[in-house]
């Protein structure tokens, strides 16, 4: 099922939360809003779902005016961070809860065989019988999963459905999402506020700001290309210098930086921890104030001539200690005109 929505505008009293938001995914495609807190992603999940109404534009399952299907008839189905399961049910009997109450009459032979396809389609078997209590966060968040895929939606919201879970447990449930994902071929949207969370899981990655939408594209698009300030620090860790373009290169911090193909005027340029390198070759003196050891290698914080500090990566092995001297070379930036 496609999903459009078209300039779609919701106001809170004097609140515009969402402000002209223009989006289509795709049947069968994982999108992921991104954006930082109160920037509208549940609002527009709640609209899309139908548990708020939009003000201005329209939203379109198919071909279809969302307005004219009643709630219960989108046939969409949730997973929320909160989204308690029934706690004095059974794991089977939450599952089974939504094909009970559902308009389309099942036998309960039928309820049955769905519930254990679902345990196993979400890695629970053999625990039906447990109740939410009786069980682990992610295992619960599977849960509600496949109490949501039990009714056969055409869509599927999630939001944040992994928010209170520890990284570890995170990571797994992304990847098992993914693949269940990739198996049933739902149209999915899914909110987050986690940057590793929507680059990891979605297609394309739609990132808001103020109620807007700012940037979207495929993950490799979106960190490739960021088209603004906003977006190339919202993705990721980067340090911001100022400096002045000329024929493509810029004086920065005692060193030059390369800027092809930018016009001259006054830029501001951001790098990464992985744009820079600790090499002798390099154009940019520094001395290193810290290196903080990680299992996959080493970061050092170093300070450059201006007193700034960056941070950058350096394999596990290499031999630096706090107070060397050195020199990082700039393997590639973002840079963006000063308005
Ligand atoms: N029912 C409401 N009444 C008034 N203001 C609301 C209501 N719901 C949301 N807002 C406001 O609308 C803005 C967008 O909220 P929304 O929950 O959509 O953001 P979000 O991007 O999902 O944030 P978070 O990541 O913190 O959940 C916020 O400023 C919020 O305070």
Not at 89 to 103: H, L, P
Not at 127 to 152: E, H, K, W, Y
Not at 159 to 185: K, M, T
Not at 293 to 310: E, I, M, Q, Y
């Amino acid at each position: 099922m496609k999903i459009t929505l078209d300039n779609v505008v919701k106001t809170f009293d004097t609140f515009r939360a969402v402000r002209g938001v223009s989006l289509e995914i795709g049947s069968g495609e994982l999108v992921a809003l991104l954006g930082p807190s109160g920037s509208g992603k549940t609002t527009i999940l709640r609209m899309v779902a139908g548990l708020e109404y939009a003000d201005g534009g329209r939203i379109l399952f198919g071909e279809q005016d969302a307005t004219d299907i009643p709630v219960r008839d989108r046939g969409v189905g949730f997973v929320f961070q909160h989204y308690a399961l029934f706690p004095h049910m059974t794991v089977a009997e939450n599952i089974a809860f939504g094909m009970k109450v559902s308009k389309r009459k099942r036998s309960g032979a039928e309820i049955e065989a769905r519930v254990n396809d679902l345990l196993v389609l979400v890695k629970l078997s053999g625990l039906g019988n447990r109740f939410p209590s009786q069980i682990s966060g992610g295992q619960r968040q599977r849960v509600a999963l496949a109490r949501s895929l039990a009714v056969d939606p055409k869509v599927l919201l999630l939001d944040e459905p992994f928010g209170a879970l520890d990284a570890n447990v995170r990571r797994d449930l992304r990847r098992w999402l993914r693949e269940i994902h990739d198996e049933l071929g739902i149209t999915t949207l899914f909110v987050t506020h986690d940057q590793e969370e929507a680059l990891d899981l979605a297609d394309r990655v739609v990132i808001l700001d103020q109620g807007k939408i700012v940037q979207q594209g495929t993950p490799e698009e979106v960190c490739r290309q960021p088209n603004s300030p906003f977006v190339t620090r919202f993705l990721g860790d980067a340090h911001r210098l100022e400096a002045v373009a000329s024929h493509g290169r810029a004086q920065v911090a005692g060193g030059v930086i390369e800027l092809p193909g930018v016009e001259d005027g006054s830029v501001e340029i951001f790098v990464r921890p992985a744009d820079l390198e600790w090499n002798t070759a390099g154009s940019i003196p520094a001395v290193v104030s810290r290196v903080i050891d990680r299992p996959d290698g080493r970061r050092l914080l170093a300070s450059l001539s201006d007193g700034s500090l960056v941070e950058l990566d350096v394999p596990p092995e290499t031999k630096v200690a706090k107070g060397d001297h050195g020199r990082i070379a700039v393997l590639r930036t973002h840079a963006f005109p000063r308005g």
